[in-house]
């Protein structure tokens, strides 16, 4: 899995998911927004990691009863444990939010554990005391019947579907409250130096709005004028 740099990670954290879009849009991606998946509460600071992916299928009766979470091995459990510290734990409930992907005492594990956060395009159970963790958790909405019922967890770490955009080992996620953005991970490092660029000419666009000034050639900069006075602007805040 490739190691996310401590530089772009920094820079990650305070990007927002709106403009990576409108990145990742100039460079052709149009499908990296996980859909109808929300925060369970605000946080301070973006979530930014690497995935680290769970797949499931929907569950056959006789291959989920209770007693399954007896084997070691379940790959729901195994997934909890092996969630690299510093990565997201990303999941393909399929879009069903009928059953929990996951409760308060698994993602309190994640959190002890190190992982920077939790994303299914399911529900999952718990919420009040999901909500009271200092961690990032993105789910469709709440659901108290367990993951057994509808869901059987079959893969890990293997490319998912999440919220229909594809999710890949290894690919960088940043979320805040707006959602969730998948980033490729082989060019985030230039998506994040571009999107520090984009937010400091949407800073001079705001600041420019806001003493009246028309939006017309100001966004996006179509007038040479616009154009050289932002320079002179970014000289002055060096």
Not at 49 to 60: C, H, K, N, V, W
Not at 128 to 134: D, H, M, V
Not at 144 to 153: D, E, K, M, V
Not at 164 to 172: C, E, L, S
Request: charged share 25%; hydrophobic share 40%.
């Amino acid at each position: 899995m490739q190691t996310l740099s401590k530089q772009t990670r920094e820079k990650l954290l305070s990007i927002s998911t709106a403009t990576i879009a409108t990145c990742l849009y100039k460079k052709g991606f149009k499908n990296q927004f996980i859909q109808n998946v929300v925060p369970l509460k605000k946080m301070e600071t973006n979530m930014v990691g690497e995935a680290f992916t769970l797949r499931y299928i929907p569950s056959r009766e006789d291959l989920n009863p209770i007693s399954v979470f007896k084997d070691k091995n379940h790959p729901q459990r195994v997934a909890i444990e092996q969630c690299p510290k510093g990565s997201i734990l990303v999941i393909d409930s399929r879009k069903d939010a009928r059953a929990a992907s996951a409760g308060s005492i698994l993602i309190t594990r994640l959190m002890v554990r190190g992982a920077k956060g939790i994303v299914t395009d399911g529900g999952f159970r718990d919420c009040a005391e999901i909500s009271k963790l200092n961690f990032h958790s993105y789910h469709q909405k709440p659901s108290a019947p367990t993951n057994l019922t509808l869901h059987q967890a079959i893969d890990i770490n293997v490319p998912i579907g999440c919220g229909d955009v594809a999710v890949f080992p290894g690919d960088i996620l940043v979320g805040d409250d707006d959602g969730v953005m998948v980033i490729p991970a082989h060019i985030v490092d230039e998506i994040a130096n571009e999107c520090i660029e984009m937010t400091l000419f949407e800073n001079y666009v705001i600041e420019k709005v806001n003493e009246g000034q028309s939006i017309i050639g100001l966004y996006p900069a179509t007038d040479n004028k616009i154009i050289e006075d932002y320079k002179k602007w970014l000289e002055l805040k060096k």
